[in-house]
T-cell receptor, first 116, second 115 residues
Framework: DSGVTQTPKHLITATGQRVTLRCSPR?????VYWYQQSLDQGLQFLIQ???????AKGNILERFSAQQFPDLHSELNLSSLELGDSALYFC???????????????FGNGTRLTVT | QQQVKQSPQSLIVQKGGISIINCAYE??????FPWYQQFPGKGPALLIA?????SEKKEGRFTISFNKSAKQFSLHIMDSQPGDSATYFC??????????????FGAGTRLAVHP
């Protein structure tokens, strides 16, 4: 168990809808990352937060947004959903803004989003 | 320059054999190279990682070999076991626009170890 908690595990919704994915980082970790994993694809970096502030942005669509709250949990909001948004969404955390040898990324078990 | 190319896409190895997965990169600014193991229904889990100032790192049956001049690194799994059957991802960390570090992942290798 990595200590990173993601809810819900599964989410099925219709096109055009909006969903919120939640992540609680490991105790003591200040940095949260969101990754998208499509079928047979690698992990695509979406966005990173460190201690409540946006730190780095990857290939995140304008329809997607995220935030990290004072208690360090994070939420990823996906709106105007399209069929192509169906994927596994992973949250990861690290101690500092890292990652590196002393502050590796620890991943949750993901939220599987299905858009019908 | 921001890509990490991983090969092969899939690999079948007999129990007891050596599994070898290779990764290559272009960006010489990459400075941290972890490998992750992912089982179905689970998130990736850190397996082993290396910095470019060493050429090899071994942890149990898992070894990273790093060739800085060739900009390549590989994962060797010795005495492969059926329980090693999983998807393996290499990754590299580099500084991108804004001065922030990002971890870029390879596309993954699906390993099947047959008994």
């Amino acid at each position: 168990d990595s200590g990173v908690t993601q809810t819900p595990k599964h989410l099925i919704t219709a096109t055009g809808q909006r969903v919120t994915l939640r992540c609680s980082p490991r105790s003591g970790d200040l940095s949260v990352y969101w990754y998208q994993q499509s079928l047979d694809q690698g992990l695509q970096f979406l966005i990173q937060y460190y201690n409540g502030e946006e730190r780095a942005k990857g290939n995140i669509l304008e329809r997607f947004s995220a935030q990290q709250f004072p208690d360090l949990h994070s939420e990823l909001n996906l709106s105007s959903l399209e069929l192509g948004d169906s994927a596994l969404y992973f949250c990861a955390s690290s101690v500092v803004a890292g990652p590196d040898l002393n502050s590796p990324l620890h991943f949750g078990n993901g939220t599987r989003l299905t858009v019908t | 320059q921001q890509q990490v190319k991983q090969s092969p896409q899939s690999l079948i190895v007999q129990k007891g054999g050596i599994s070898i997965i290779n990764c290559a990169y272009e960006n010489t600014a990459f400075d941290y190279f972890p490998w992750y193991q992912q089982f179905p229904g689970k998130g990736p889990a850190l397996l082993i990682a290396i910095r470019p100032d060493v050429s090899e790192k071994k942890e149990g049956r898992f070894t990273i070999s790093f060739n800085k001049s060739a900009k390549q690194f590989s994962l060797h799994i010795m005495d492969s076991q059926p329980g090693d059957s999983a998807t393996y991802f290499c990754a590299a960390r580099g500084a991108f626009s804004g001065g922030y570090n990002k971890l870029i992942f390879g596309a993954g290798t699906r390993l099947a170890v047959h008994p």
